[in-house]
């Protein structure tokens, strides 16, 4: 148990992501009307080994901020996941990244 209590920690803060200035700006939406005059730049994923321990609230908001990480560094402006609906309970973590223009 002493191993334990030592690894699950460093399992903790190794699941969390950040957040930069590109990222904080990518909308993350469920409605397929926003980025219907979008064009798309590919699919991402925001799966992490770690969700598997993690309540599914903050499995949720880790799925979402990777999202958004991901589509920031593929210069997109929206992502559209089932993972945006509130009452998304998993296991899709796939999203297609947009690029709007303003």
Sequence with gaps: MPRFSILLP????????YHTSRSSIVVV?????????????????GQDGSQ????????????????????AEKGGTHVHAT????????PDTKGTVYKCKP
């Design 10 to 17: 460093a399992l903790l803060l190794g699941a969390c992501t």
């Design 29 to 45: 939406t469920d409605a397929k009307g926003v980025v219907e005059n979008c064009a798309s730049l590919g699919e991402i994923d």
């Design 52 to 71: 598997a321990i993690m309540p599914l609230d903050k499995t949720r908001d880790s799925v979402v901020a990777r999202l958004k990480i991901a589509a």
């Design 83 to 90: 993972a945006a609906d509130i009452k998304w309970k998993g």
